[in-house]
């Protein structure tokens, strides 16, 4: 490594050691140090801003297409306006605009690409963890095209899954287009996706986090930097287009107290439980139609059957139903609207969306979730009106919390709920639902409606974030001490008599070999020693085959890990810093592992340092 190579992966401006050990560091291998954010970083930070301005122009297209699809279907006319479906006068006749728009997406899942059917997001997350997010150029086009008619010709999905989709597959094409690696392939897919979101409901913060718990799957500056540009450029375009009012309009909230708040809790488990029958039937539909003796590409037009026929019975099912959102958290409805719309929407979303049509998860979920808990709170206050449960608040809750047990965004849900409504009040009421159904997720369900599909493909999707346990360790503390140093003049046959007789550290795999002076040479290997073709008359020395690769005291073992895998060796002699030809330890793979005990320890053995009941009994 170049003195400039070292210099720029310091984490501070300047030389990380003295120049006099420029020659020193050039005769041997040393780890980078790992660094939070490099010149790599403002580069996909560029583009990134600019994949959030195209994503956002997209979701607005994307609208603008769903609506000339209504109003060609449902209305006969030509526009872009927005109608709702539900205000339809076609009658009996509605039944066959959802199939005939099933018939499309078939046809082009069929002879277009297969990628286009289901949510979306989990198509995505299969990409970044096998494919190295490399997601087709096709689908960028083909995803947006087959939402826009699955959706207008009344599919009951909302626009954001198909418009988080088709951003991250726009941020994954650019990512192959350029050159980037897998990592900054990954960063702008989710930077696409975060785009979409954000570009959908003005909600930037949740678009971020969205993308880390469901994309990302790390909390790294070098990737979530980038991401929370785009989101925030996406988010300002959505202001120049739509304005800064919230997403969902709903009245100013009273602060709820004492057995109100315990309350909304009861109500976030109890739409945990929900969540899990709803992710559970989702997958039962889909199971049934796999065992259909009919080819897929007929399954879309089939389970919009049941669109059809329950949009004719409750016309409010169709479309999107983003105002349906809204009269739920306006607490316009009746106990009564609520649990038909909330019952029938869930029938006809997991019908269709079991078929493979192209729908995404997001807006039903939150239909399905704002209905049952504003029905749960209104149940509740009739019940036991000295309670102080709000309608509107539940049906908050019950939103979000329909959504945490069912994708296990946490913070990504509440966040969203507050964002696209602009209540604050409503905060402290969101977090403790959407705690209980997280919780109820976890308990009963293995996987979530984002990852049971790629999970039955075999594919190992990440549950938990947790810090890099290796990250957190010096090599200097795990290496192995003292160190057995063979001497560069030293003949082999003295070295084979050593290692025969079992002398002590003699056992080990690899030595490090060094001169008169005890400088560092170089590493040899127990197979190199005992190399039958090498006559014991030759020096140890001689048998050296390439500088030594080595890692300073206060490297981490990351840091040295990640060093043994790029020099394809299984031990780093340990230096000091200020002499990094003196030898102070040897690191090993078993080094490595070894580590990993205090790790499993501080999660496996329970502690009791402070003795209550000692202390209690303790006389005066």
Same mark, same amino acid.
């Given at each position: 490594?170049?003195?400039?190579?070292?210099?720029?992966?310091?984490?501070?401006?300047?030389?990380?050691?003295?120049?006099?050990?420029?020659?020193?560091?050039?005769?041997?291998?040393?780890?980078?140090?790992?660094?939070?954010?490099?010149?790599?970083?403002?580069?996909? %930070?560029?583009?990134?801003?600019?994949?959030?301005?195209?994503?956002?122009?997209?979701?607005?297209?994307?609208? %603008?297409?769903?609506?000339?699809?209504?109003?060609?279907?449902?209305?006969?006319?030509?526009?872009?306006?927005?109608?709702?479906?539900?205000?339809?006068?076609?009658?009996?006749?509605?039944?066959?605009?959802?199939?005939?728009?099933?018939?499309?997406?078939?046809?082009?899942?069929?002879?277009? *690409?297969?990628?286009?059917?289901?949510?979306?997001?989990?198509?995505?997350?299969?990409?970044?963890?096998?494919?190295?997010?490399?997601?087709?150029?096709?689908?960028?086009?083909?995803?947006?095209?087959?939402?826009?008619?699955?959706?207008?010709?009344?599919?009951?999905?909302?626009?954001?899954?198909?418009?988080?989709?088709?951003?991250?597959?726009?941020?994954?094409?650019?990512?192959?287009?350029?050159?980037?690696?897998?990592?900054?392939?990954?960063?702008?897919?989710?930077?696409?996706?975060?785009?979409?979101?954000? /570009?959908?409901?003005?909600?930037?913060?949740?678009?971020?986090?969205?993308?880390?718990?469901?994309?990302?799957?790390?909390?790294?500056?070098?990737?979530?930097?980038?991401?929370?540009?785009?989101?925030?450029?996406?988010?300002?375009?959505?202001? /120049?287009?739509?304005?800064?009012?919230?997403?969902?309009?709903?009245?100013?909230?009273?602060?709820?107290?004492?057995?109100?708040?315990?309350?909304?809790?009861?109500?976030?488990?109890?739409?945990?439980?929900?969540?899990?029958?709803?992710?559970?039937?989702?997958?039962?539909?889909?199971?049934?139609?796999?065992?259909?003796?009919?080819?897929?590409?007929?399954?879309?037009?089939?389970?919009?059957?049941?669109?059809?026929?329950?949009?004719?019975?409750?016309?409010?099912?169709?479309?999107?139903?983003?105002?349906?959102?809204?009269?739920?958290?306006?607490?316009?409805?009746?106990?009564?609207?609520?649990?038909?719309? %909330?019952?029938?929407?869930?029938?006809?979303?997991?019908?269709?969306?079991?078929?493979?049509?192209?729908?995404?998860?997001?807006?039903?979920?939150?239909?399905?979730?704002?209905?049952?808990?504003?029905?749960?709170?209104?149940? /509740?206050?009739?019940?036991?009106?000295?309670?102080?449960?709000?309608?509107?608040?539940?049906?908050?809750?019950?939103?979000?919390?329909?959504?945490?047990?069912? *994708?296990?965004?946490?913070?990504?849900?509440?966040?969203?709920?507050?964002?696209?409504?602009?209540?604050?009040?409503?905060?402290?009421?969101?977090?403790?639902?959407?705690?209980?159904?997280?919780?109820?997720?976890?308990?009963?369900?293995?996987?979530?409606?984002?990852?049971?599909?790629?999970?039955?493909?075999?594919?190992?999707?990440?549950?938990?974030?947790?810090?890099?346990?290796?990250?957190?360790?010096?090599?200097?503390?795990?290496?192995?001490?003292?160190?057995?140093?063979?001497? *560069?003049?030293?003949?082999?046959?003295?070295?084979?008599?050593?290692?025969?007789?079992?002398?002590?550290?003699?056992?080990?795999?690899?030595?490090?070999?060094?001169?008169?002076?005890?400088?560092?040479?170089?590493?040899?290997?127990?197979?190199?020693?005992?190399?039958?073709?090498?006559?014991?008359?030759?020096?140890?020395?001689?048998?050296?085959?390439?500088?030594?690769?080595? /890692?300073?005291?206060?490297?981490?073992?990351?840091?040295?890990?990640?060093?043994?895998?790029?020099?394809?060796?299984?031990?780093?002699?340990?230096?000091?810093?200020?002499?990094?030809?003196?030898?102070?330890?040897?690191?090993?793979?078993?080094?490595?592992?070894?580590?990993?005990?205090?790790?499993?320890?501080?999660?496996?053995?329970?502690?009791?340092?402070?003795?209550?009941?000692?202390?209690?009994?303790?006389?005066?």
């Amino acid at each position: 490594m170049s003195n400039h190579e070292v210099e720029r992966a310091s984490t501070t401006e300047g030389l990380p050691v003295s120049p006099s050990l420029g020659p020193a560091l050039e005769a041997a291998d040393i780890p980078a140090q790992s660094t939070l954010v490099d010149k790599r970083v403002l580069i996909i %930070c560029g583009i990134s801003v600019l994949l959030a301005i195209a994503a956002a122009f997209i979701a607005q297209g994307l609208m %603008c297409l769903i609506n000339l699809v209504t109003n060609i279907s449902f209305f006969g006319r030509f526009s872009v306006l927005y109608a709702p479906p539900a205000e339809n006068h076609l009658g009996f006749w509605v039944i066959f605009i959802p199939i005939i728009g099933g018939v499309i997406v078939g046809l082009m899942a069929r002879y277009g *690409s297969r990628a286009i059917r289901g949510h979306g997001i989990p198509e995505a997350m299969e990409q970044v963890l096998l494919n190295r997010s490399r997601i087709p150029a096709r689908i960028t086009l083909l995803k947006p095209l087959s939402a826009a008619v699955a959706i207008g010709t009344g599919g009951p999905f909302g626009a954001e899954g198909p418009i988080i989709a088709t951003g991250g597959a726009l941020g994954s094409l650019l990512g192959q287009v350029l050159r980037t690696t897998a990592a900054e392939r990954k960063t702008l897919l989710a930077a696409g996706a975060a785009a979409g979101m954000a /570009a959908t409901f003005g909600s930037p913060v949740s678009a971020v986090l969205l993308a880390v718990e469901l994309l990302l799957f790390e909390l790294r500056p070098r990737s979530v930097i980038p991401v929370a540009f785009a989101s925030a450029t996406a988010t300002g375009v959505r202001i /120049a287009f739509a304005g800064p009012s919230p997403a969902f309009s709903m009245p100013n909230l009273l602060q709820p107290h004492g057995a109100a708040l315990a309350s909304y809790v009861v109500l976030g488990a109890l739409i945990g439980i929900v969540s899990v029958l709803v992710t559970r039937a989702v997958y039962a539909v889909e199971d049934a139609f796999e065992h259909l003796p009919v080819h897929w590409m007929w399954w879309p037009a089939m389970g919009s059957i049941a669109v059809g026929v329950v949009g004719y019975f409750a016309p409010r099912t169709l479309g999107v139903g983003y105002d349906n959102i809204d009269h739920i958290l306006s607490g316009d409805f009746t106990l009564q609207a609520m649990l038909v719309l %909330c019952s029938l929407k869930f029938l006809s979303w997991c019908v269709s969306l079991g078929s493979g049509t192209s729908g995404g998860t997001l807006a039903p979920l939150f239909t399905i979730g704002g209905g049952l808990g504003g029905a749960l709170a209104a149940g /509740a206050l009739a019940v036991a009106p000295h309670l102080g449960i709000d309608v509107r608040i539940g049906a908050l809750v019950g939103m979000a919390a329909m959504f945490t047990g069912a *994708s296990r965004a946490l913070l990504a849900s509440v966040i969203f709920a507050f964002e696209t409504t602009r209540q604050p009040l409503g905060l402290l009421p969101l977090l403790g639902g959407c705690s209980a159904a997280f919780l109820i997720s976890c308990l009963f369900m293995r996987n979530t409606i984002m990852t049971e599909k790629i999970v039955r493909r075999g594919v190992r999707v990440p549950g938990e974030y947790a810090a890099d346990f290796l990250d957190q360790i010096q090599a200097g503390t795990a290496a192995s001490r003292p160190v057995v140093s063979l001497p *560069s003049g030293e003949l082999l046959e003295a070295v084979r008599s050593r290692i025969a007789a079992r002398a002590p550290g003699y056992a080990h795999q690899g030595f490090p070999v060094v001169d008169g002076d005890g400088q560092l040479e170089g590493v040899i290997t127990r197979r190199d020693l005992l190399d039958p073709e090498q006559p014991g008359s030759r020096r140890v020395g001689e048998l050296l085959r390439r500088p030594a690769a080595v /890692a300073y005291e206060d490297s981490t073992l990351r840091e040295a890990a990640d060093h043994m895998v790029r020099e394809g060796v299984g031990r780093l002699p340990v230096v000091a810093r200020d002499e990094p030809r003196k030898v102070v330890g040897m690191l090993t793979r078993s080094d490595l592992l070894s580590a990993h005990r205090q790790r499993l320890e501080e999660s496996d053995l329970a502690e009791q340092h402070l003795d209550v009941g000692a202390r209690l009994r303790r006389k005066p």
